[in-house]
């Protein structure tokens, strides 16, 4: 099994920035791709950002240049740098991962969420 441990949200004001961190653990063979997904109240989770192994990203319309996904392959980690947050961003934020435990079978990992709260 794999495990997603999000942290790094919060509270912040317009404007602000935000970092949030996803740490991959478990028996892990390997990981293809990593993202992040966000859910506000009374909407369907959407896509905000994947990043593949390769470092090939890919971004939501709604936060291109404003966000920037990265990671740590040695480390199992993604990241996501959120600046000039606007209240429109107020989510739960989820971690996503595409691991394999074994060669050639892949499954989807999900963290257990982290909120973030732009205020106005």
């Known amino acids: 099994q794999v495990q997603l441990v999000e942290s790094g949200g919060g509270l912040v004001q317009a404007g602000g920035s935000l970092r949030l961190s996803c740490a991959a653990s478990?028996?892990?063979?390997?990981?293809?791709?990593m993202g992040w997904y966000r859910q506000a109240p009374g909407k369907q989770r959407e896509l905000v950002a994947t990043i593949t192994s390769g470092g090939r990203t890919n971004y939501a319309d709604s936060v291109k240049g404003r966000f920037t996904i990265s990671r740590d392959n040695a480390k199992n980690t993604v990241y996501l740098q959120m600046n000039s947050l606007k209240p429109e961003d107020t989510a739960v934020y989820y971690c996503n991962a595409a691991a394999l435990i074994v060669p050639k079978i892949e499954y989807d990992y999900w963290g257990q969420g982290t909120q973030v709260t732009v205020s106005s």
């Open positions: 478990g028996s892990i063979f390997s990981i293809n791709a």
